[in-house]
């Protein structure tokens, strides 16, 4: 271990939905859901708009809250706590405690603009505490390496191409060391001829160590990248299991009809 490597690298986490169940007013978002990623692997969540994709990671980085059922991440409930046999609800900084060891990439990037690509990576660990400026602004850095911007750390966001903000993104949600990293359309907001780089990236951080959930269109990834690939149609998985069951042999005439419109 380099001294660059912090002492406390997080082991990935399985990430376990149960019988999640979502309403907004009268409309059902999810519909008794039940899945499990075991640490380290990497599942693709795939389904039509609209089916309860970003929902369900939401829930999972509890951004959204579940009208029954639970996460648990790393074994440890989120949003619910036993409590004398019971599951009570966490308070707001347990939640914010479990929140930090998820990282979340979202479609948009979502950099803060008014700071550079080193200070977007490094402003969490120093703002949580888990490191000083200058071992934070080190990893930074090293994590720039990873991605591939070690060239870029003065640069403000909006000098970077799409592809290139991404990849501080995903560098900036590994800076904190998650055991499980969120992924939603991460590369739906890009220009074709960038997507392929994002994809390399997240590709690279898999196997290593880091549980990773990945919404996508991107079925070449899926096959060549996911343990498991999920179908969400209505807010229920209507199928999953290995990519090449689920992507060539699908047994449910939605996910065909879905495949044919997404291939
Ligand atoms: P996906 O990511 O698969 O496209 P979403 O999880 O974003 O689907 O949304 C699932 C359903 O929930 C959609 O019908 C959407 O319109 C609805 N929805 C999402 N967020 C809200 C919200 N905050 N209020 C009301 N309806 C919502
Ligand atoms: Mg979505």
Known sequence: MSAATPARERAAAEVTVHN?????????????????????????????SGSGKSTLLRAVNHLEKLDVGHVSVGGEPIGVRHHRGRLKELGERAILAQRSR???????????????VLENVAAAPVATRRATKAQAR????????????AGKADAYPRQLSGGQQQRVAIARALALEPGVILFDEPTSALDPELVGEVLAVIKDLAGGGTTLIVVTHEIAFAREVADT???????RILEQGPPEQVLSRPREARTREFLSRVL
Do not use: C, M
């Open 102 to 116: 998820i990282g979340f990439v979202f479609q948009n990037f979502n950099l803060f603009p008014h700071l550079t």
């Open 229 to 235: 690939v999920v179908f969400l149609d209505g807010g």
């Open 138 to 149: 080190e990893s930074a850095l090293r994590l720039l390496g990873r991605v591939g911007l």
């Open 20 to 48: 999640a169940h979502k309403w907004y007013g009268s409309h059902r978002v999810l519909n008794g859901i039940d899945l499990t990623v075991p640490a380290g692997q990497v599942t693709v969540i795939l389904g039509p």
